[in-house]
Structures are given as C-alpha cells and as structure tokens.
C-alpha cells in the first residue's frame, strides 16, 4: 500500500490502521526482548538418554533382528563382485544373508535342500563341503561362521556316563575258535554261546536230547532239522553215558516214544517176543523190514537185554 492510498481513507479508518500497527509493533518487541533473555531448558538424564543416538555394544543381538553387530561386517570381492562378511549361523541363516556373503543362487538352494532333508552343519568344516565354494571364499568366511549349540549331540549334556554292561543272557558272548561245550551237560544258556546258535536252536538241542536219552555223537546234531553244520566244531561228547531201554522188558507204549523206534517198531519187537520169546541182540531183528542195518547201528548204544 502506497502513501497516496494511505491518505485515500477516511480519517477514523487511518486511526484504526495506524492502532494495528503499533499493537503489532509493540508485541513484536515483547516477543524479541522476552524470549532472548530466556534460559535454555535443561534435560534430565533420563529424558537425555531417550532422545540420545543408540550406542549399539559388540555383542548387541537385537539391531536389525541380526545375531551381529553391523560395525563387524566387512567386504570383499567374490567373482568381480561386492559381498559382505559378517558373522552368521549355516543352519539358521536365509536366502537374503546368503546372498550377501557372495554366494550363488544354485548354492543357496544346496543349502536349504540339505536343511530339508535334516543336514545339520556342527562344525565349520561341515559347511566346506559346500559345492562351488572355493578355498580362498571359505576362508574368509571361517571366522564369521558361528553354529548354534543347539545343533550339537545331545550327548554332549552328559557328563558322566555309566559304564556300558553287556547283558550277557539275551546278548552271550560267543565262543571262539577251538572252544568247545560238553554237549551232554551243557544248558540252554550256554548253548546259545556256540555261534550260529540261538535260544531256539538251544532248546531244541537239550529237547532232542531228553528223547534220545543223551547224545553219544556229536553227528546226531544233523537229525535236528535245518541245524547249522557250521556249530558242529563247537561240541563234544566227554563220558557219553546214554540211558538204555531194555527191549525185552518196556512195554510198546514205553518203547515208541524213543526217536529211532516209533510205533511200527516197537510192535515188531513186541511180537517178536511173543512169538519167539526174549531178544538176545538187535541181530535177532535184522530180518525185519523196519530194521535196516543203519537204524540197527544207531540203536545200539541206547539198547539192553
């Protein structure tokens, strides 16, 4: 606004101009005069620490929602590129820090299939077997590899262990070569310490020879069937002491129940004594059909007269 138009208005409209001028004037002054002589305020030490920078410590975990402190992170150059090192966890680290630390697409797939299928890097040496990592890359990366100790054998949390004892009655100890068991005298437990021979095995050994009466061979062991010959060098007969069935005396029922006899047989010496009185050998019954010379041989160590 011009002078000239200033004088334009009316006389009691210059007045009320001229009052707003000084009014703005005045407070203008105040504000200058007041607010320079002001004291600053001063910050207490807990309002001073929440608008003060973040001081981030070496071991900090929280910033960035890393498990390192960026100040340690250091570059360097994989396959005319720029990558970083930092300090990181094979088994828990992602696509995103992989990239960083310089390594391919395809390597980084390696990674997490192996994770997927329950790999586990324990050591830092594990994850050298990285393929298409080289020598010089896995260096550098060395000393910013940190496993968690969550990945290590749970074993490690026992301190003391209690010495392993073998138990000896479902776990025996087996002979070795050129030891031998009495095979007349020897139980289901020591039996099952001949190799080859386990508690079925065993219990047919000492049920086979309860029939029989006892064993004058170690060769009867082949009538048990599916007997594995390979266990045959590990018995032997000391004092063979057989019982012996008087044919002349047992009775039919008595008789069958040996294994070399049966029924068929024991009848046939039944009606031989009927017929032609007391056996004097087993010669008197080599004329019979169920009396070859072989069932002969066998029967003579367990028969009397």
Request: charged letters at 30%; proline letters at 6%.
């Amino acid at each position: 606004m011009s002078f000239k138009e200033f004088l334009t208005f009316q006389k009691s409209d210059r007045k009320v101009l001229i009052v707003v001028l000084v009014v703005a004037a005045a407070l203008a002054a105040v504000l200058f005069f007041v607010g320079g002589g002001m004291e600053k305020t001063t910050v207490s030490e807990e309002d001073s620490l929440a608008v003060a920078p973040v001081k981030w410590k070496k071991n900090d975990s929280t910033r960035y929602g890393r498990k390192y402190p960026p100040r340690e992170r250091k570059y360097y150059q994989v396959n005319g590129r720029q990558a970083e090192l930092f300090p990181f966890d094979p088994n828990t680290a992602d696509s995103t820090d992989f990239q960083k630390l310089g390594l391919q697409d395809w390597q980084i797939h390696n990674i997490y299939k192996y994770r997927a299928k329950g790999g586990v890097y324990r050591k830092p040496e594990d994850f050298a077997r990285l393929y298409g990592l080289t020598v010089k890359q896995y260096k550098q990366m060395e000393p910013y590899i940190q496993i968690s100790s969550d990945y290590a054998p749970a074993a490690t949390l026992v301190e003391e262990h209690e010495p392993y004892v073998r138990d000896t009655l479902m776990y025996p100890v087996k002979l070795t070569a050129g030891e031998h068991v009495v095979l007349n005298s020897a139980d289901t437990t020591m039996l099952k310490k001949v190799p080859g021979i386990g508690s079925a095995f065993a219990r047919a050994i000492v049920r086979y020879g309860e029939h029989l009466g006892g064993y004058y061979s170690v060769e009867q062991l082949r009538e048990i069937e599916g007997f594995p010959e390979a266990a045959l060098p590990y018995f032997e007969i000391r004092g063979a002491q057989v019982q012996k069935l008087n044919l002349n005396k047992m009775s039919v029922n008595e008789l069958k129940k040996h294994p070399y006899l049966g029924f068929y047989r024991a009848r046939a010496i039944d009606d031989y004594r009927r017929m032609k009185g007391p056996l004097r050998s087993l010669d008197d019954l080599r004329l019979h059909r169920d009396f070859p010379p072989d069932v002969i041989e066998k029967l003579k160590p367990y028969v009397e007269f």
